[in-house]
T-cell receptor, first 114, second 112 residues
């Protein structure tokens, strides 16, 4: 039973355009959500997070939106750059700061084409 | 560099052998987590510590797996009698009691 789902295994976007990565979850106890970026043969790198009490969090080119009623979150990258090409993981935590065991989706591979 | 470090980065072993991995967390981080990632999947939680106390173990963690954090600093993950299904990337992360988890580079295990 997958509690965190990323239904798009891959996404291809032109440089300069917006990338939108989606994530759905099923567990109502999740209180904190995170996005990590992963390059091959490296560990995940933290990108941005959002608490369930917010519906939006922004950090530079990255914005995360949370729709609690739909149990859906999305990561927007604007503008997309070739260096953004990586696998992006959505993760959820029952803790209020992401400090409890994370439940990850399967990831979405983003390719930004120059 | 004050990030999470893991050693070794790669390990090839024969089925039935024991292996041990080490993780050094970010200095002063109280919590340390172990995850496992297989091809095409996201990381899956194995176990975590707060200081030297092991707080939770996943059902994924069979009896052949044991983890320790004896002095509340570095941690070791041992797999006894390895099986081919243990081949994976083993990831370590650390955090303060309140705060985001930061991951190390991982140890890639291949069991032949």
């Amino acid at each position: 039973d997958q509690q965190v789902k990323q239904n798009s295994p891959s996404l291809s976007v032109q440089e300069g355009r917006i990338s939108i990565l989606n994530c759905d979850y099923t567990n109502s106890m999740f209180d904190y959500f995170l996005w990590y970026k992963k390059y091959p043969a490296e560990g995940p790198t933290f990108l941005i997070s959002i608490s369930s009490i917010k519906d939006k969090n922004e950090d530079g080119r990255f914005t995360v939106f949370l729709n609690k009623s739909a149990k859906h979150l999305s990561l927007h990258i604007v503008p997309s750059q070739p260096g953004d090409s990586a696998v992006y993981f959505c993760a959820a935590s029952t803790g209020n700061s992401g400090n409890t065991p994370l439940v990850f989706g399967k990831g979405t591979r983003l390719s930004v084409i120059a | 560099d004050t990030g999470v470090s893991q050693d070794p980065r790669h390990k090839i072993t024969k089925r039935g052998q024991n292996v041990t991995f080490r993780c050094d967390p970010i200095s002063e981080h109280n919590r340390l987590y172990w995850y496992r990632q297989t091809l095409g999947q996201g990381p899956e939680f194995l176990t975590y510590f707060q200081n030297e106390a092991q707080l939770e173990k996943s059902r994924l963690l069979s009896d052949r797996f044991s983890a320790e954090r004896p002095k509340g600093s570095f941690s070791t993950l041992e797999i006894q009698r390895t099986e081919q299904g243990d081949s994976a990337m083993y990831l370590c992360a650390s955090s303060f009691i309140v705060g985001t988890q930061y991951f190390g580079p991982g140890t890639r295990l291949l069991v032949l």
